[in-house]
């Protein structure tokens, strides 16, 4: 299954890629995240990897980035591995004139058994939908620093 999303963020380029390229910022706008590590000593670059942990929907899951290729402030294409589930996201980030930037996915999303391929084929929406729920959060957080992250 593969689509293409994209989103407009007011802010310059530099000021977006500062703010989502740091493990730290990652709970501000990832709904759910209960952990991000690194797996590799290196981050940042290419074959580096991290271990993601979520809560959705009552239950947990664990999957793994790994960056494929990363030519910031251009663009990054990284994979997400989970049981039964890669996805692999080609992001550009195009500096815009009125010093805004647009985001745009390309994400692929291949399914190891026909459970999922099913799932994949009769729910296309409710993939899109989840990540642009991400891209919002993460628009929503760059522009106006709200975080996901309740204060204490």
Do not use: C
Request: glycine residues 4%; charged residues 30%; aromatic residues 10%.
């Amino acid at each position: 299954m593969k689509y293409k999303i994209e989103i407009k963020v007011a802010v310059p380029r530099h000021v977006f890629i500062e703010k989502m390229d740091s493990i730290e910022n990652l709970k501000h706008w990832q709904e759910g995240l209960l952990e991000a590590s690194p797996i590799t000593e290196v981050q940042g670059e290419a074959g580096s990897k991290m271990k993601l942990r979520y809560k959705m929907n009552n239950r947990e899951i664990e999957m793994v980035e790994e960056i494929i290729s990363i030519k910031l402030p251009e663009s990054m294409t990284a994979e997400y591995t989970t049981r039964g589930v890669k996805n692999i996201q080609h992001n550009t980030f195009v500096d815009n004139a009125d010093g805004t930037t647009t985001w745009i996915a390309d994400n692929e999303f291949i399914f190891s058994s026909l459970a999922l391929k099913v799932m994949g084929f009769l729910m296309p929406k409710a993939f899109k939908k989840q990540s642009y729920k991400y891209m919002e959060a993460f628009k929503n957080f760059a522009e106006n620093g709200t975080s996901l992250v309740e204060e204490a």
